[in-house]
């Protein structure tokens, strides 16, 4: 008879994905980063910054919150400014992690029944806009609407066929093929051949641009 896993799990050890995007694993790992970067132990940096190595080696694997004195002891024993043990928290927080079907549901303008944009993410930049969408048609339709907007836009096809207008010129699309183009024009599917069609479309523009 097999054994069935123990499904305990020791409190001082969390998974990686319940440290995503908390500031106490991402100081803690800059921590340690800067530690072994300098070629010292836990033991000679708890010295120096008067901590227990036990205390230090919770706050490196980001299951303690260190206080902001604790913090500063800290910068000063490894001789960086505070503000370096934030740097990895910052580049956490621009990641989005979305599950297969999550997406968010948008309706854009001219969007018509059967047509599906899913929201892949958003970038948090303060100048530049990214937003990549997961977009499925599964209904044909006479007409189409031609969509114009600020940026760039690039167009990938995961599935289907069908025929993509930019301006005046058209392109036959099958599965793999993608388009890349000035999006200030007037562009959009125009004949839909093989349903459904699904494909990934990532536009880009200024944030002053809306």
Not at 52 to 70: C, F, H
Not at 93 to 102: A, K, L, V
Not at 119 to 137: A, K
């Amino acid at each position: 008879m097999s054994k069935k896993r123990s499904s305990k799990r020791n409190p001082d050890k969390p998974g990686a994905a319940e440290h995503l995007n908390k500031v106490e694993y991402a100081v803690g790992v800059q921590i340690k980063e800067f530690r072994k970067q300098l070629d010292l132990t836990v033991a000679e940096v708890s010295r120096k910054a008067s901590l227990s190595a036990g205390m230090l080696s919770k706050i490196e694997r980001g299951v303690t919150s260190p206080s902001l004195s604790t913090l500063e002891s800290l910068a000063t024993a490894l001789n960086i400014p505070i503000t370096s043990f934030f740097r990895n928290f910052e580049r956490r927080r621009n990641c989005t992690f979305i599950e297969s079907g999550h997406g968010l549901q948008i309706e854009r303008h001219g969007t018509r029944s059967g047509h599906q944009y899913a929201l892949l993410g958003h970038n948090m930049g303060d100048e530049f806009v990214v937003e990549p969408y997961l977009i499925t048609l599964s209904d044909d339709s006479d007409t189409f609407p031609l969509f114009e907007h600020p940026g760039v836009e690039f167009v990938y096809l995961l599935e289907g066929e069908m025929v993509y207008r930019h301006m005046e010129t058209t392109y036959h699309m099958c599965c793999g093929d993608s388009l890349f183009f000035d999006s200030n024009t007037p562009h959009g599917p125009t004949k839909l051949i093989k349903l459904p069609i699904r494909m990934i479309a990532i536009l880009a523009h200024n944030r002053s641009s809306n």
